[in-house]
């Protein structure tokens, strides 16, 4: 092997486009001038395809690496079985309890920054060793020290005062079960730090370039240089576009935000694969690198889709509903599958020795070859593969469903199309609220008003979210009048005390209705929340000036 060959695993090409990040690059500059507002949710459609093929595959790479061989299990027991029967039991619980699957959450959008941070460092130094490049413990620390602010500074965005600078888009989660807990740093001590945490770590990363630089060349640099541009591009540049605002902003504003978010998981996805296939599989030939990614698939696709139908499974006749539902149970699956995740491959490349490895990893002398699996353990690897295998084609097959007939069908307005194609959904549990809510406010258009409110019924059955009350509020009082949907409104507020809409909607209910004394307190409340609002303080008058008339035994303007 030359000394140009060492550098690389796979070759220039490949390792600079999908392990340095150069592809995600070129990516997000294409992103960035074709993402607007009013297309950027085309761009989101294609995200459980892309998650799919990319993702799913990631998460399992790092289960067979710890699961598939007896000595891998063992050495790394702790991890495989203790640490994972906590993660899951905590994923069940959260499904029943709301405050312990917000923590779940928090955990996960505050650690994934970083799980994503360490592996562009330990990339990076990989090159830098493979090109012969020296190394000193002063650049290896300042080099590590730019990386873990750069994470910092997405973590300070997340528990800011202001969500307008938050890594997440927790927009997604608003008026669901599980909440990204904030601690709301307060603004003058948030610019401080962030100021002071974004100054550290351009000049940790400055230093350890200057460095570095008087060791090596450019081109023994690159790919390391482009890994830390990557890491950049990833968590830095958004949140001092977000935080700073200027021109930048609009880059990570409205859909753009949960574009970034997405492809940055992509990003990592991708460059994770890389370099687990060049472990396991670099030197099979074509079809064993491609056995080796379709049991990839199947086991994240197992990890994925299992535990959510063991849930879905338990609530079919049970009296023990969890307070989770459609998106939410995503929700909470997400948070628990990348924490899982993260512990496991913590374990796998970060424990190298130490007291700490020395207890928790137990190396066995003996070699894989002379530890045949059983065949109660063949037994069981087959059925996770079948299961996951089957997994991998329910979700592609309501992909196909979804993009091929039921949004044509929204989109030309044909209610029949849409309907059936939902019930293909249903029968394989992949419909959502959202699909019933959109049929729903498409037979309203359309004037089917009875498969409208059956539709919306159903979807705030699978999950309530304020604008299913609105719809199914509209649609009932056009079938059945004012009086029978004013009970719509009043358990929305009820669940959502805080919705603007969702109160003013109910206090002209009131006042249509001539109840301007049970419109008031409702009007006064929305002043204090939204108190510049005219409009409603002009609503408030009339509602007074109405309850006064009606005390007074006066004939309202209703009544005469």
């Avoid at 360490?118 to 000193?136: C, H, S």
């Avoid at 945490?197 to 630089?213: E, H, I, M, P, Y």
């Avoid at 409205?254 to 694969?273: E, N």
């Avoid at 509020?473 to 029978?484: I, K, M, P």
């Amino acid at each position: 092997m030359t000394g140009e060959s060492k550098r690389w695993l796979f070759g220039p090409v490949p390792d600079l486009l999908l392990g340095c990040g150069l592809g995600y690059v070129a990516l997000f500059v294409v992103l960035s001038l074709a993402v607007t507002p009013s297309n950027g949710a085309l761009y989101l459609a294609v995200v459980p395809l892309i998650s799919i093929l990319t993702g799913t595959p990631h998460y399992g790479a790092t289960l067979l690496r710890v699961y598939e061989q007896r000595s891998e299990r063992r050495a790394y027991g702790f991890f495989a079985f203790p640490a994972t029967a906590v993660v899951w039991t905590v994923f069940y619980i959260s499904l029943y309890q709301p405050f312990v699957g917000s923590l779940l959450l928090t955990l996960y959008l505050s650690w994934s920054p970083w799980h994503y941070s360490g592996q562009n460092y330990g990339i990076a130094l990989m090159f830098l060793r493979r090109a012969g490049v020296e190394v000193t413990p002063a650049v290896e620390r300042a080099l590590y020290l730019g990386i873990l602010l750069s994470f910092l500074l997405t973590l300070l965005s997340t528990q800011g005062s202001s969500q307008a600078g938050a890594y997440a888009p927790v927009q997604p989660y608003q008026g669901g079960v599980f909440q990204l807990l904030r601690i709301g740093i307060p603004s003058p001590i948030y610019g401080l730090a962030f100021v002071g945490t974004a100054l550290a770590c351009v000049g940790s990363l400055a230093f350890a370039g200057a460095a570095l630089l008087r060791r090596a060349t450019l081109r023994e640099l690159g790919p390391a240089a482009a890994l830390v541009f990557t890491q950049l591009l990833w968590f830095v540049l958004p949140a001092v576009a977000r935080h700073w605002g200027g021109p930048l902003e609009r880059l990570f504003a409205g859909d753009r935000m949960a574009a970034a978010f997405f492809w940055i998981a992509t990003g990592h996805s991708i460059q994770y694969l890389w370099i687990t296939t060049y472990f396991a599989a670099k030197d099979r030939p074509l079809h064993g690198r491609l056995r080796y990614h379709a049991k990839t698939l199947a086991a994240g696709s197992f990890v994925w889709g299992v535990p959510a139908l063991l849930y879905s499974a338990g609530l079919e006749g049970s009296r023990l509903g969890g307070v989770a539902l459609g998106q939410d149970v995503f929700v909470v699956l997400a948070a628990a599958v990348n924490i899982h995740h993260f512990i496991l491959d913590g374990a796998i490349w970060k424990l190298r020795d130490g007291r700490v490895a020395r207890i928790l990893i137990r190396r066995e002398a003996q070699p894989e070859s002379a530890q045949p699996a059983s065949p109660r353990q063949r037994w069981f690897a087959g059925a996770v593969y079948a299961a996951g295998g089957l997994a991998t084609l329910g979700v592609l097959f309501s992909l196909a469903v979804r993009q091929l007939a039921f949004e044509p069908a929204l989109r030309r307005g044909d209610l029949g199309a849409a309907q059936r194609s939902l019930r293909h959904l249903d029968a394989f549990g992949y419909e959502s609220a959202e699909d019933y809510r959109r049929v729903g406010q498409l037979a309203a258009t359309v004037d089917a008003m009875l498969p409208a409110q059956r539709s919306l019924e159903h979807s705030l059955r699978l999950q309530p979210q304020p604008a299913t009350y609105l719809a199914l509020a509209r649609v009932v009082h056009q079938r059945q009048g004012l009086e029978s949907a004013l009970p719509i409104y009043v358990a929305a507020v009820a669940r959502y005390p805080d919705d603007v809409n969702l109160m003013n909607q109910l206090a002209l209910a009131h006042l249509r209705l001539d109840e301007p004394e049970h419109a008031v307190p409702i009007l006064e409340r929305l002043v204090r929340i939204v108190p510049k609002d005219e409009a409603v303080r002009a609503s408030l008058e009339r509602a007074r000036k109405r309850s006064a008339t009606s005390a007074s035994g006066a004939p309202t303007a209703q009544g005469r």
